[in-house]
């Protein structure tokens, strides 16, 4: 959003520095990005606040002046010579401007034209050079002919890029006033936030300056008066669903002339970033910008003539499917019904809140204009941008909300500026079809509750009259103010909303600097402790204190990329997923069922830089449940590996690669930091996985999760050098949900252990978990640690076989353990796998 200091003049009496008005704007809630000087003194800025560029037009360098004349120069068809005066002096002032062409040689000029005249060593920007690179008038002969001064084009003052001719002022422009003096000016740029769109115009930031500092306010004012015939029975209005159009107001205005604006209105317009047509054209977007209302003009004559020589009747309806139109841009759009459209019996004549239609626009051979000013559902216009991509001033606001009784506001100042610029005759009346209308929002609010949640101390007078700068109508009773909501405002909601609303905008007037800082008066509430969130982020510090990075990735994704992880030949039952409405992008339509195939996109994308990758995410998918209209978003978390197992170092000799149990080390080692109890991993098969290299994973008997190393058909389906990709799924809800509440601290040891070692012969199909478990359970409390160090296969212990070896370690935490003690678990430990396991003790 765009706004000129000099238009807020025209509203509020402003006597503020253009940084101190920068301030003010930013500390009620529009930010300023940039402010551009175009003509007026350059502030200086003691630290650097805001952006800030532009050009600044030196008072004796830069006048208004006068061309009485333009005559042909003696040596050049594309040069002319103007005879000029400036207020003091008379010049003649060489200039190749194509627009005097039609002056030359007719002699003296009635009226003479006005313009923008720089002297000698004036400052300006070079009209011949790309950008805005500044140049000195300095005097030097053309062609013969002494020059020394110019008369200036828009972009060599810095307005706009148009240096195809020169500026043509109003006639009553003074001639000999500094042109500082006469339309020196400053353009404040901000975003405007969507709660606030109230302030997409002149008069809605007006509003806001004169609040603040107190000030009245000035509002447009309607200057001519209406002269044609009444506008009732020159067209209907007809309303299909007042929820998507809840109110619709046109005028008429009668001979008209396609001439153009005055020249304050054109410069306002390009500063303002819209570009200048006619001065019909021009009256739509100026009150827009000015009240905020968007309007559309229509040709009349055409919808008379699209009606059949009948009264032309104005249909808002949705849009039918596959119905086409070509807005005023000259683009074809193919409509859905969830779009809004303006039409007439012969079929659709714009693309309502966003853009017109082409056949209906104002053209050079308009005379009778039907001014449209209506208001429009916000979600439709929404969903009508994101479809047909279109981006226009009208959609911006319209988008956000924009109350229905600037209609008429809208509509009876533009036909105020039609009439005035164009000449045109404004028929009497509007039609006014108001079938929804808006409810303002009423707040109760007592002082204390005012006083208690901002941290000040008022008086409901006080707080009223803040209120009433903003124009809400307020009552004050026993300390308790009613406030009505302003009928432009549609942010301020009903009951606990539209209280937090108005103490936001009671705190925006008082001024956040003014709020002193004060100590909570309230007690503390009883902490307590979120441990979901604590044991998400406990699993993160692990997971990253073993190495591994995390990474965010998109949750947005496509049936496509998630279906690359599941063979061509394996059976897969069809997923629903939960699919966006108005998609970003083509290749995210849908969200994720699985965070693997955002953690393959960032492993493709780091193959060929990182030699070795270990990478984890956590964070929701999305399953959609039948008849409930929210999925459920189960935490999921997984891992991803590949590459050396070690980074290359200059003691690092072997080029070992990550495995199957690298990746089983990590969650034994995460499991065991999170004192899971009862941890199996038993062979499991999944598409995703390489047959054979996959594991499930249980805790306390429950399923939490499968990791493995991909399938081969699918690592050639990624970009990832044919390395060997290892992936784990846990389902991180769950396991967190199996973890004990509490757990037992062992102190540390005081006696010396009993280590040995124990290796034993078995078929190939017994698990090493098997038989561990058996070990446990026969060395009991005083087997301290088991681990595993050797499997052997070999013709010495027979086909169909492996030994296994162990390391046994034994313990008493209250005695040595004397070696009779040693024998007799060791004994037990044998016994009981050759009872269970058929196991032999190799010798």
């Known amino acids: 959003m765009k706004v000129l200091y000099s238009w807020l003049k025209d509203y509020v009496d402003i006597d503020l520095s253009i940084i101190d008005l920068a301030r003010l704007l930013t500390r009620t809630g529009m930010e300023v990005e940039n402010i551009s000087v175009v003509g007026m003194e350059m502030p200086q800025m003691e630290r650097r606040e805001f952006k800030m560029s532009g050009?600044?037009?030196?008072?004796?360098?830069?006048?208004?002046?006068?061309?009485?004349?333009?005559m042909p120069h003696p040596d050049a068809d594309r040069l002319v010579l103007c005879k000029l005066f400036d207020g003091e002096v008379e010049h003649v002032v060489l200039t190749g401007a194509p627009d005097l062409y039609p002056y030359k040689g007719k002699g003296p000029l009635d009226p003479p034209i006005m313009v923008a005249y720089a002297k000698e060593g004036a400052v300006l920007y070079d009209g011949h050079k790309p950008g805005r690179e500044t140049t000195k008038l300095k005097r030097a002969k053309i062609r013969g002919v002494e020059s020394y001064s110019m008369v200036c084009s828009e972009k060599e003052l810095g307005i706009s890029d148009e240096h195809e001719g020169i500026i043509?002022?109003?006639?009553?422009?003074?001639?000999?006033?500094?042109?500082?003096?006469?339309?020196?000016?400053?353009?404040?740029?901000?975003?405007?936030?969507?709660?606030?769109?109230?302030?997409?115009?002149?008069?809605?930031?007006?509003?806001?300056?004169a609040a603040v500092l107190g000030l009245p306010m000035r509002k447009p004012q309607i200057k001519s008066k209406a002269s044609g015939p009444a506008v009732q029975g020159k067209a209907v209005i007809q309303i299909d669903d007042s929820n998507l159009n809840p109110r619709f107001v046109a005028g008429l205005i009668e001979n008209v002339k396609q001439i153009p604006s005055p020249y304050l209105i054109q410069r306002r317009l390009r500063l303002s970033g819209m570009r200048p047509i006619n001065a019909v054209v021009d009256a739509?977007?100026?009150?827009?910008?000015?009240?905020?209302q968007p309007l559309h003009a229509y040709d009349y004559d055409v919808l008379v003539k699209r009606a059949g020589g009948k009264v032309p009747t104005v249909i808002t309806r949705p849009a039918a499917d596959g119905e086409k139109i070509t807005t005023l841009d000259d683009v074809t759009h193919t409509l859905s019904p969830e779009m809004i459209v303006v039409a007439d019996s012969a079929g659709s004549l714009?693309?309502?809140?966003?853009?017109?239609?082409?056949e209906s626009e104002i053209t050079d051979k308009t005379t009778t204009v039907l001014l449209e000013g209506a208001s429009w559902n916000f979600i439709n216009v929404r969903r009508a941008i994101a479809k047909t991509r279109i981006s226009s001033e009208a959609g911006y606001r319209f988008s956000r909300g924009i109350h229905p009784a600037l209609c008429s506001e809208g509509v009876a100042q533009c036909l105020d500026y039609m009439a005035l610029w164009s000449g045109g005759s404004v028929s009497e009346g509007l039609i006014d079809e108001y079938p929804n209308p808006a409810e303002d929002s009423v707040v109760t609010l007592t002082i204390e509750k005012i006083n208690r949640f901002l941290g000040i101390e008022s008086t409901a007078e006080e707080i009223a009259e803040l209120l009433r700068c903003l124009e809400f109508e307020c009552d004050v009773a026993n300390g308790t103010l009613t406030v009505k909501t302003p009928p432009h405002r549609l942010d301020i909601g009903e009951g606990v909303i539209g209280e937090a609303d108005v103490l936001e905008e009671i705190a925006r007037m008082y001024g956040y600097d003014n709020i002193a800082a004060t100590r909570l008066s309230d007690s503390l509430p009883k902490q307590r402790g979120n441990y979901a969130l604590e044991a998400e982020e406990h699993v993160r510090d692990l997971l990253v204190s073993m190495g591994l990075q995390e990474v965010m990735t998109y949750r947005l994704t496509s049936k496509e990329s998630e279906a690359k992880l599941i063979p061509a030949d394996a059976a897969q039952e069809e997923q629903p997923y939960v699919t966006l409405i108005n998609p970003i992008t083509v290749d995210r339509v849908v969200m994720r069922r699985r965070i693997l195939p955002g953690i393959m996109e960032v492993l493709e994308r780091n193959a060929r830089l990182a030699e070795r990758q270990a990478i984890f995410e956590i964070g929701p998918v999305y399953l959609p449940v039948e008849g409930e209209k929210l999925p459920e978003e189960p935490l999921k978390l997984s891992v991803a590996m590949m590459g050396k197992r070690l980074p290359s170092a200059w003691d690092q000799k072997l080029d070992e690669m990550i495995d199957f149990y690298d990746m089983k080390g990590i969650l034994e080692s995460l499991l065991d930091a999170l004192h899971a109890e009862k941890v199996q991993f038993i062979p499991a098969k999944e598409a995703t996985y390489h047959p054979g290299k996959c594991a499930e994973i249980l805790v306390d008997g429950q399923s939490i999760g499968v990791f493995g190393e991909m399938h081969p058909q699918l690592v050639q389906t990624f970009d990832v050098a044919d390395s060997a990709v290892i992936l784990a799924e846990l389902d991180l809800q769950m396991m967190l949900n199996v973890l004990p509440d509490r757990f037992e601290i062992t102190a540390v040891p005081q006696y010396p252990p009993v280590y040995e070692d124990l290796a034993i012969i078995v078929d190939e199909g017994v698990a090493a978990a098997d038989i561990e478990a058996v070990i446990r359970k026969a060395g009991g409390k005083l087997l301290y640690d088991v681990q595993l160090f050797d499997i052997y296969r070999g013709k010495q212990i027979g086909e169909g076989k492996k030994s296994l070896a162990y390391s046994l370690v034994y313990l008493a935490p209250d005695r040595t353990l004397t070696v009779t003690e040693v024998e007799k678990i060791r004994r037990k430990v044998i016994t009981l796998l050759e009872r269970e396991l058929e196991a032999v003790l190799r010798s």
């Open 55 to 70: 050009l600044e037009w030196a008072r004796d360098k830069f006048v208004v002046a006068r061309i009485d004349e333009v």
């Open 168 to 209: 043509h002022l109003d006639a009553d422009a003074p001639v000999g006033m500094p042109l500082m003096d006469y339309m020196g000016d400053a353009v404040f740029e901000f975003e405007i936030l969507p709660n606030m769109i109230r302030n997409a115009s002149v008069v809605g930031v007006a509003r806001e300056v």
């Open 350 to 358: 714009g693309l309502a809140g966003v853009m017109g239609g082409l």
């Open 284 to 292: 739509t977007n100026y009150a827009m910008l000015e009240v905020g």
